[in-house]
């Protein structure tokens, strides 16, 4: 445990570094160090400093106001952090982060696996702004409370657990936040869901698709993608496979027949698709599935 001595960061606050393991590194999402801060305004940490030139410190950055306000910058996007809110920083670009009021932060840096393709895609879904509401507040000040902790109190949680809870959060936040349509689209949703179930195997476009539910195909598509993670068109060509994958499994249909069974227009087609979203031919997947 460390108390620092950074100027406006007060006695109570905590930060804590770790060295993980070489199987850590390698295999897991990981902390390389974080904190528990309560600042005054003089707080303002920028990237020309020596710490910031840290490698521990050039990497993936949650960063969660419980109170007051933080002012965040990163390549040259600004935005004022509120209580309840997240900001994902990637501390390798310019960056600054400056308390407008007395404020308690809660932060950490994470690497490993896929941490850069997760912050993207997040960032991505809130049309690529700094800052957001999580979708669940609550649940992500309590697990990056409880990632702390284990350093606070070391030897109460093993690393693939900080791992798995790692990848939780990020798979909480990459979760689009609710709209005020939020009823209206799960009813939708859940309409268009069982239209495509009743008919997967027909020809299926998402205009067919947007008229059973009375909506245009391109709002379809954005609540679709909002409340699922897929469009409706790679929705639909997923459960095809899936049924596809069921086939090859139990029967001794031909590959052409199953491509015919499952909606396909061609054997080449329905090999090519099958393929580029498992990785092997369905003739593999037969001998070998996975």
């Given at each position: ?79 004022a952090v509120l209580p309840g ?137 954005r609540l679709f993608k909002m ?64």
């Amino acid at each position: 445990m460390g108390k620092c001595t950074e100027p406006g960061v007060l006695l109570e606050s905590d930060r804590f570094f770790n060295t993980p393991s070489a199987a850590a590194s390698k295999l897991f999402y990981y902390i390389t160090r974080c904190g528990h801060y309560f600042c005054t305004t003089e707080y303002d940490f920028r990237d020309d400093c020596d710490v910031a030139r840290l490698p521990s410190h050039r990497n993936s950055t949650i960063y969660y106001v419980i109170s007051g306000c933080v002012q965040v910058e990163n390549a040259g996007i600004v935005s004022a952090v509120l209580p309840g809110q997240v900001a994902l920083v990637d501390c390798a670009l310019p960056h600054r982060f400056h308390a407008l009021k007395k404020s308690e932060t809660l932060w950490m840096h994470i690497e490993g696996c896929n941490t850069k393709e997760f912050f993207s895609s997040i960032r991505s879904m809130y049309s690529d702004r700094l800052s957001f509401v999580p979708p669940s507040s609550q649940n992500t000040k309590n697990t990056m409370l409880q990632l702390i902790n284990a350093f606070r109190f070391p030897g109460h949680m093993s690393e693939g657990e900080q791992s798995q809870r790692i990848h939780r959060l990020l798979c909480e936040l990459i979760v689009l936040p609710h709209t005020q349509h939020l009823e209206h689209s799960d009813d939708a949703i859940s309409q268009v869901v069982d239209f495509i179930t009743q008919h997967l195997f027909e020809d299926l476009s998402v205009n067919d698709v947007a008229k059973s539910v009375n909506l245009s195909p391109s709002h379809l598509s954005r609540l679709f993608k909002m409340r699922t993670g897929f469009s409706p068109h790679e929705f639909i060509i997923l459960r095809r496979i899936d049924a596809a994958k069921e086939l090859l499994l139990t029967s001794t249909l031909s590959v052409k027949q199953i491509a015919f069974r499952v909606g396909y227009h061609s054997e080449a087609n329905f090999i090519t698709s099958f393929s580029s979203k498992t990785g092997v031919t369905p003739a593999v997947f037969r001998k070998n599935p996975i």
